[in-house]
């Protein structure tokens, strides 16, 4: 069985930062892409950044360019995404994406 | 990158009726990577449709996709009270991958 298990939300102030952590099981991890998606309260999807199988190919939404870096461990089924330089607007469920496979999100809220 | 626009913002309809859900894109999706997914309150979105036509693992025969280059349309043929929900289409073959702001399907 394909599990996603996100981690690493919680709250934090403006200009702070966080690691989101992504536990992948149930497939060959290192033969797909990742993704992470997002979404604000209340609000619609929004595809934030992916990386390649090898981690030579990553891409962002240009609203993160810049402050967010994705990563993988792939002899840790692992994917990470480092996010600097939080703003309010940041505020979201962030959610681990692969092959049509979604896990159930972690809560980042970004509030003084 | 690619817009998506989805028609309309919210259908209501009644149990055993049709549902038809449009995705229109700015420009060509490549090779009809589109996909569909179905959201409910509190949960993860789960796909549906991709490659704008083939069904996901484990969907019923209820819901089809459709369509090619701008246009794309999900179809529920038969509405299940399970199927209200928040429909969303996206396209994963441009980067930035991106998303329609989202059909509501409510009970009527």
């Known amino acids: 069985e394909v599990q996603l298990v996100e981690s690493g939300g919680g709250l934090v102030q403006p200009g702070g930062s966080l690691r989101l952590s992504c536990a992948a099981s149930g497939f060959t991890f290192s033969s797909y892409w990742m993704t992470w998606v997002r979404q604000a309260p209340g609000k619609g999807l929004e595809w934030v950044a992916n990386i390649k199988q090898d981690g030579s190919e990553k891409y962002y939404v240009d609203s993160v360019k810049g402050r967010f870096t994705i990563s993988r461990d792939n002899a840790k089924n692992s994917l990470y995404l480092q996010m600097n330089s939080l703003r309010v607007e940041d505020t979201a469920v962030y959610y681990c994406?692969?092959?049509?496979?979604w896990g159930q999100g972690t809560l980042v809220t970004v509030s003084s | 990158e690619i817009v998506l626009t989805q028609s309309p913002g919210t259908l209501s309809l009644s149990p055993g009726e049709r549902a038809t859900l449009s995705c229109r894109a700015s420009q060509s999706v490549s090779s009809s990577y589109l996909a569909w997914y179905q959201q409910k309150p509190g949960q993860a979105p789960r796909l549906l449709i991709y490659g704008a036509s083939s069904r996901a693992t484990g969907i019923p025969d209820r819901f089809s996709g459709s369509g090619s280059g701008t246009d794309f349309t999900l179809t529920i043929s038969r509405l299940e009270p399970e199927d209200f929900a928040v429909y969303y289409c996206?396209?994963?073959?441009?980067?930035?991958?991106?998303f329609g702001q989202g059909t509501k399907l409510e009970i009527k």
């Open positions: 994406a692969s092959h049509g496979y």
């Open positions: 996206q396209q994963y073959g441009n980067s930035p991958q991106t």
